[in-house]
Every structure is written in C-alpha cells, then in structure tokens.
C-alpha cells in the first residue's frame, strides 16, 4: 500500500502571545518541510483563526533572507552599518572575550543582557542564561518592554496576570469591555461575545474612542481619559448604595474592602 506523502501535526503557536491559538502544520514527510500551515478549526477557543503573523509563518521560516547565521557589524553603527557573516566559533570566541574586558575592566554591571520573550519558551526565557548573568553579576533587565502595566493591573485586580476564562463570557448577562478594544487586540473573544449577545447578553463598553469594539457594544460610555477612576468610584457607590455588592465574595478574595467602604471618598458621598 502507498505510504501518503504528507502528514498532519497539530501544534500551538510558539509565540509568547496569551492566545496559543491552535494549528495544523501539514509536512511534506519526504524533506520533512512544513508545507502548509492552518488554524485549528476544532480547537474550542481558537476556533481556526490564526493573526497574519502567523498565517504567513512558513514565508518567514523558509525565507531565504532570514538571518540564520551570526553576523558581525563592520564599520561605522547606522546606516552604513555593515555586517559580515562569521562561524558560530568565531562569535562564541569574541563575545566571551569582550565580556571578560568588560568584567575585567568595568565590573558585571557594565553588562546589560537584553532579552524578551518571543519565541523562546519558559526554560530559554526564563532558564538558560539567568543563572549565567547572575554568576558574573551582570545589569538586571526590568522586563517592562512588553506588558508590565497589563501585569500590575492584572494582579491588582485579580491577584496574579490573568484575566477570567474567555468561555466565562457565555455565563454571564451583562458583559463590561472597559479600556479594552477586543475586536484589534483579543480577537478569539469576539464569537464569544456574539454568542452571549445572541444568549440576550448586554453589553458595555467603557472608552474614549469609538473603535470596532465599541460599535459592536449595546452602550458605549466615553469617559474623559483619566477620568475612569470617578467614574469606578461613581459605579461602587451606586453597588455599596442599594446593597448589591457580594459581601461574601469580598470576604474571602479581597482585602481592605471594609476600610475602603468606611472611610474612602465612598463614604463621603453616601453621607450627603
Ligand atoms: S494571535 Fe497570532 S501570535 Fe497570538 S497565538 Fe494566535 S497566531 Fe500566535
């Protein structure tokens, strides 16, 4: 019987992106090339959309401009920089002996490692190279390059940099987007969010600019930018007013909530 020339492997997009969407690499089992590249229709999440990004990736992959080798700046840095292509050996041997000058010369913090993400995965972002840098005393990078401020709110709001499962949407009936353009920036939420609209769910969307979000949201509130504080404060005094607020839920997943409802510009305005 003929063996079929191609075969199907289901794997997960390796960019450091929260989505993971899911593919189908389909691979040409005689060069053992990816040849064809698609969204995982059955994925329950991701549903077989992939970004651009992605749905060109074997361009980028294969693509006889990509830098597969080390190169090494010749002249002058900018625009008349040139680069010559040198051995792994060659690089390996030049930067441990720059790195020894400027140990030897400046000390450990005159190296600055500069890394993020990308495609490298847990071990080689977080792994490889820590304990390296650490033993010869080098800069720290304060990893704000990419989502530092989506972090901090993140475990403010919800005590570690996660939001609520995506799924979670089709359980609820009234569904808040604040400062958030899902359409551009969460894409696999948006069939989510048809869904619960056709379930009956309402919709709000909090943001001073009209984006594809918003037009696809029952009400569209567009505070001032910075002003959205007020406006929280304004909403909790409204929950806390008329007794809404999930006292147990605030007992067992919040602190200083008490303090915060008694003394804060709360209780300022349930006074008057
Ligand atoms: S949205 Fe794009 S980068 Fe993010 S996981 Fe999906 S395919 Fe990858």
Same mark, same amino acid.
């Given at each position: $019987?003929?063996? *079929? /020339? !191609? /075969?199907?492997?289901?794997? =997960?997009c390796p960019h450091d992106c929260p989505d993971t969407c899911s593919l189908v690499v389909t691979v040409d089992k005689s060069s053992g090339k990816a040849v064809k590249l698609k969204g995982n229709d059955k994925h329950p999440?991701?549903?077989g959309f992939l970004c651009n990004k992605v749905n060109h990736y074997l361009d980028l992959v294969y693509n006889k401009n990509r830098v597969l080798y080390p190169h090494v700046r010749i002249g002058p840095k900018g625009s008349k920089g040139k680069f010559k292509k040198v051995s792994w050996d060659y690089a390996l041997k030049l930067i441990s002996k720059n790195i020894k000058t400027n140990l030897e010369k400046y000390g450990g913090d005159s190296i600055q490692p500069y890394s993020y993400s990308?495609?490298?995965?847990?071990?080689?972002?977080?792994? $490889?190279?820590?304990? !390296?840098?650490? /033993?010869?005393?080098?800069s720290r990078l304060g990893r704000t390059i990419c989502i530092a401020a989506a972090s901090t709110a993140g475990i403010y709001t919800y005590g570690a940099a996660c939001g609520p499962a995506i799924d979670e949407v089709l359980k609820t009936t009234l569904i808040i987007l604040w400062g958030t353009n899902v359409a551009s920036t969460h894409v696999h939420m948006v069939p989510f969010l048809e869904e619960a609209k056709k379930n009956g769910a /309402?919709?709000?969307?909090? #943001? *001073?600019?009209?984006?594809?979000?918003?037009?696809?949201?029952?009400?569209?509130?567009? *505070?001032? *930018?910075? =002003? #959205?504080?007020?406006?929280?404060?304004?909403? $909790?005094?409204?929950?806390?007013k008329n007794n809404l607020h999930d006292k147990s839920f605030l007992k067992n997943h919040t602190t200083?909530?008490? #303090? !915060?409802?008694k003394k804060s510009f709360l209780n300022i305005i349930l006074a008057k």
């Open positions: $019987m003929r063996q *079929p /020339k !191609f /075969k199907n492997i289901n794997v =997960t999440i991701t549903k990308g495609t490298l995965g847990m071990l080689g972002y977080w792994g $490889m190279s820590e304990r !390296f840098w650490n /033993k010869v005393g080098a /309402k919709i709000v969307c909090i #943001d *001073p600019r009209e984006t594809r979000t918003s037009v696809m949201s029952h009400w569209h509130l567009q *505070p001032k *930018p910075g =002003t #959205d504080a007020a406006l929280a404060l304004g909403m $909790m005094n409204e929950i806390v200083g909530h008490e #303090d !915060f409802i």
